[in-house]
């Protein structure tokens, strides 16, 4: 059992930035893929980001490519998600993940554990 514990959300003005952390218990972390996934309101929950066991393969969606950055600390059990020049359509609950141990990096399917997630909320 895996257990995910999201924190770093908040309100910030369009332009500015945010940092996610995803804190994650239990042995297998560090041998593990890891997601970022949002969920506007009305909307389906949908990929951000995602980083391979070894936090050398990244994955983006193509709405945040060049904006967002995604990190892990695998002595820490955390993984981060660098979220800069934020905009309104970047509005969301951000849920962090544990994909499974094949499948897509992109489809949330594939993802067996889910935090509780995070409010983030861009003004313009």
């Known amino acids: 059992q895996v257990q995910l514990v999201e924190s770093g959300g908040g309100l910030v003005q369009a332009g500015g930035s945010l940092r996610l952390s995803c804190a994650a218990s239990?042995?297998?972390?560090?041998?593990?893929?890891m997601g970022w996934f949002r969920q506007a309101p009305g909307k389906e929950r949908e990929f951000v980001a995602a980083?391979?066991?070894?936090?050398?393969?990244?994955y983006y969606a193509d709405s945040v490519k060049g904006r967002f950055t995604i990190s892990r600390d695998n002595a820490k059990n955390t993984v981060y998600l660098q979220m800069d020049s934020l905009n309104p359509e970047d509005t969301a609950v951000y849920y962090c993940?544990?994909?499974?141990?094949?499948?897509?990096?992109?489809?949330?399917?594939?993802?067996?554990?889910w935090g509780q997630g995070t409010q983030v909320t861009v003004s313009s």
């Open positions: 980083i391979s066991a070894g936090g050398t393969i990244t």
């Open positions: 239990g042995r297998t972390f560090s041998s593990r893929a």
């Open positions: 993940a544990v994909r499974s141990l094949v499948g897509s990096y992109y489809q949330r399917e594939k993802y067996d554990y």
